[in-house]
């Protein structure tokens, strides 16, 4: 038995309107420019492991067609930054929209033979300007932890998978942005792969459509996917809205998102069919468990609204356009000796909490600061602490592609001060006494392509200025 006992969502905050680019209607989401693939992975796994009950992953499987890194594992950082413990596994599944179905298969594969395994999957969507890419894209992290049992928001039942090599959308290392054949080719050759793994799943299940309760279609090509839904057999009431209206088609991502969306709505027993075309099709049979439609927070619908963005800006943090920098120097590369002795701190956000009196040390440190005790503390983990704005400056001349750099001093609830970087704020409008809270984010990459990740913090989700 393989039940999904936990899901997570992260929407960035800023949202392209389409109709300012002459692309039509509805908006798409857009990753800021201190956000990545990592970072998002970091802030959906984040939500899902805190609504797990207990369930602590012994692996973590990381799935992005834009991984931040290559040559190296992407997911040892969003283990690092989940403070989950070095015993446990992290291998990234990369390369392509495919590669997120793939994770979430082989995360099923693990949990049914009892291993509690998390998979996170991540996507920045890169056209160039006027493509069908950048109109239809969105950038977004979605989230699901994989239990053999306990309570869960589904469980899966059967699958099914067809594959077939045609050149439909490539993009060669190194390239920003994807090339896409003529639609109608596409749309012709998935039809009956679509078919093929939409019937396996439903027979492996012992089901028909009329069963269906929640139809899950998606995939990059949009063509393809709508004409999968209008053949599917199933009643038109259960089709699913995708949320590409609102925040556009997010890769690999983008079946966790329609699953953590579909499971709010449904009613326990309900019989949820996932399909994704993507290189070939994909069926995934489940049944909405006991926690269906009473999950906590809506994971999708409560972050649909967002704040716009200027076409230009996001070019510019995409690095499709380059913008006049600020006139001082770049930042120094972080040395890796040093960033690897902070790791708990500097991933996880682990402070230090003096056991003979109590003080709280952000950073850790081996002498307590208020009584004197040495080797004397004890990790405290502080990345879901909220604080409150003591005071901040605005800096104009830092080094920064959205300038300015909003800078603030945080008085953590519990005790403990920190300085960081303001993110997802209007800097003309931020305020002393303003609540916020800790987000992983990437605080620069140098010129050699080294990111330096460390945590801002942002308004609280609703409180944003």
């Given at each position: 038995?393989?039940?999904?006992v ?6 960035p905050?800023h949202?392209?309107e389409r ?9 798409r989401a857009?990753a800021?420019?201190d956000?990545?693939?990592t970072?998002m ?9 805190a609504?797990a009950g207990?369930?602590?992953p ?6 992005t ?8 594992t992407?997911?040892?950082?969003v283990l690092?930054a989940?403070?989950?413990d ?8 990369t390369?392509s929209v495919?590669?997120?179905i793939g994770a ?8 049914a ?17 006027g ?5 239809d894209g969105?950038?977004a ?10 309570p869960?928001l589904?469980?899966v ?5 067809v594959s077939?090599?045609?050149l ?5 290392p190194g390239?920003a ?5 003529e ?10 792969l679509?078919?093929r ?12 459509g009329?069963d269906v309760?929640?139809l899950?279609v998606?995939?990059p090509h949009?063509r393809?996917?709508a004409a999968?839904?209008r ?14 209206g ?9 079946p966790?998102?329609m699953?953590a969306d ?6 326990p ?8 075309l993507a290189d070939?099709?994909?069926c995934?049979v489940l049944?909405a468990g006991?926690?269906a439609?009473s999950a906590?927070g809506?994971a999708v619908?409560g972050?649909l609204?967002?704040r716009?963005v200027a076409h230009?800006d ?11 920098p ?5 930042p ?5 000796p040093?960033s690897?002795?902070a790791a ?7 402070a230090?909490?003096c056991?003979?009196?109590?003080a709280r040390?952000?950073?850790p ?8 005790a040495?080797?004397r ?5 502080l990345a879901?602490?909220?604080g ?5 400056t605005v ?7 959205a ?5 603030a001093?945080?008085?953590?609830d519990g005790?403990?001060?920190?300085q960081?970087e ?5 800097a003309e409008?931020v305020?002393?006494?303003d609540?916020v809270e ?8 140098t010129?050699?392509?080294?990111h ?13 200025h």
């Amino acid at each position: 038995m393989t039940r999904i006992v936990a899901r997570g969502v992260h929407l960035p905050l800023h949202r392209l309107e389409r109709a300012s680019i002459g692309a039509g209607r509805g908006t798409r989401a857009v990753a800021s420019h201190d956000e990545d693939t990592t970072s998002m992975a970091v802030a959906a796994a984040r939500t899902a492991l805190a609504g797990a009950g207990g369930h602590l992953p012994g692996t973590v499987l990381f799935s992005t067609s834009a991984p931040a890194y290559a040559d190296r594992t992407n997911a040892t950082a969003v283990l690092a930054a989940l403070g989950l413990d070095g015993d446990a596994a992290a291998y990234d599944f990369t390369g392509s929209v495919r590669s997120g179905i793939g994770a979430f298969r082989a995360a099923a594969d693990a949990a049914a033979v009892g291993r509690t395994t998390l998979a996170v999957a991540s996507d920045i969507r890169t056209g160039l300007p006027g493509s069908a890419e950048e109109r239809d894209g969105g950038d977004a992290a979605a989230a699901l932890v994989f239990a053999p049992d306990g309570p869960c928001l589904a469980e899966v039942v059967a699958t099914a998978a067809v594959s077939a090599e045609f050149l439909d959308r490539w993009r060669t290392p190194g390239e920003a942005a994807p090339h896409v054949w003529e639609e109608r080719f596409g749309a012709a050759v998935y039809a009956p792969l679509a078919a093929r793994a939409l019937e396996q799943g439903l027979k492996a299940a012992g089901l028909d459509g009329g069963d269906v309760g929640h139809l899950l279609v998606t995939g990059p090509h949009g063509r393809a996917v709508a004409a999968a839904r209008r053949a599917a057999g199933v009643r038109p009431e259960a089709v699913a809205d995708d949320r590409s209206g609102a925040v556009g088609v997010t890769g690999a991502a983008h079946p966790y998102l329609m699953l953590a969306d579909a499971v709010e709505r449904a009613a326990p027993g309900d019989a949820i069919v996932l399909l994704v075309l993507a290189d070939g099709a994909d069926c995934v049979v489940l049944r909405a468990g006991e926690l269906a439609g009473s999950a906590p927070g809506p994971a999708v619908a409560g972050a649909l609204p967002g704040r716009p963005v200027a076409h230009q800006d996001m070019l510019v943090w995409r690095g499709l356009l380059r913008r006049e920098p600020p006139r001082r120097p770049d930042p120094d590369r972080p040395a890796a000796p040093p960033s690897h002795r902070a790791a708990d701190w500097k991933f996880a956000f682990t402070a230090g909490r003096c056991e003979d009196c109590g003080a709280r040390h952000l950073p850790p440190q081996r002498v307590c600061r208020r009584c004197r005790a040495a080797d004397r503390m004890a990790p405290e983990p502080l990345a879901g602490r909220p604080g409150t704005i003591t005071t901040f400056t605005v800096d104009h001349l830092a080094y920064s592609v959205a300038p300015p750099v909003v800078v603030a001093v945080v008085d953590l609830d519990g005790g403990g001060r920190l300085q960081c970087e303001l993110t997802d704020a209007d800097a003309e409008r931020v305020r002393v006494g303003d609540r916020v809270e800790l987000t992983f984010r990437r605080l620069h990459t140098t010129a050699d392509g080294v990111h330096d990740y460390f945590w801002k913090a942002r308004p609280v989700r609703g409180e944003e200025h």
